[in-house]
């Protein structure tokens, strides 16, 4: 039970499988890592980042959490922001959400207990602010799926807010924020319709949604 050894077998079979198809990809891995985008994403194991965008690895830098959230007191989030704004030089923000998200669904239901209840405080008081908008939806699928887009929504806006990302901006950077959501069940990713280049673009949180 200490040692999970067929997971290092696994890792064993996997590097090997990788060193055949192209040798040098290891060494060239290891020599630098500048990749072009940030993804910021759920920490659901069935959203993988390289995966869904197909890259390999080194070429997206990733930061998940339970419901992709981007809170500004968030030290983990705001860290891992600024080192891929401000070292990496990144050229996009991607805030992916998807479908079927247990932190969405839990926040709609006024569910969690501990941490997890604190966490998704933010996710309840976008509900409250959008209630209207959730009522109106004709089941509970559909109200999930709202939210699920709103998060995503809220998520790019408070991305756009962040003090690295208006510094990149004021300095002349090309940097764009983006807003995706991903369906489970079929691996498609839908683009949300907000993309952010510059302060002037933010507007209100969630306003494409029609309010």
């Known amino acids: 039970m200490r040692v999970l050894s067929h997971l290092f077998e696994k890792n064993r079979k996997w590097a090997e499988r990788i060193k055949r198809s192209d040798p040098d990809f290891f ?13 910021i994403g759920c920490s659901d194991s069935r959203v993988p980042a390289n995966q869904i965008v197909d890259m390999p690895p080194g070429e997206v830098f990733v930061h998940r959490n339970i419901a992709n959230l981007v809170v500004h007191t968030d030290v983990n989030c705001m860290s891992v922001i600024r ?3 401000e070292v990496l030089k990144i050229k996009h923000i991607i805030v992916c959400g998807h479908y079927g998200c247990g932190g969405i ?15 998704l405080e933010n996710v309840k008081r976008l509900g409250r602010r959008h209630r209207h908008k959730i009522d109106a939806c004709r089941d509970e699928d559909e109200k999930h799926d709202l939210l699920c887009e709103l998060n995503v929504i809220e998520q790019a806006v408070n991305v756009s807010r962040t003090p690295m990302v208006l510094q990149a901006w004021q300095s002349g950077r090309e940097l764009a924020v983006h807003g995706w959501i991903y369906r489970i069940e079929d691996g498609i990713l839908k683009d949300l319709d ?12 969630t306003s494409s949604r029609g309010d």
């Open 27 to 39: 060494a060239r891995l290891a020599k630098q890592q500048a990749p072009q985008y940030l993804w």
């Open 105 to 119: 669904k839990a926040a709609l239901a006024g569910d969690g207990h501990g941490e997890i209840k604190d966490w």
């Open 83 to 85: 080192y891929a704004v």
């Open 194 to 205: 907000i993309c952010i280049t510059g302060p002037e673009d933010t507007g209100s949180p």
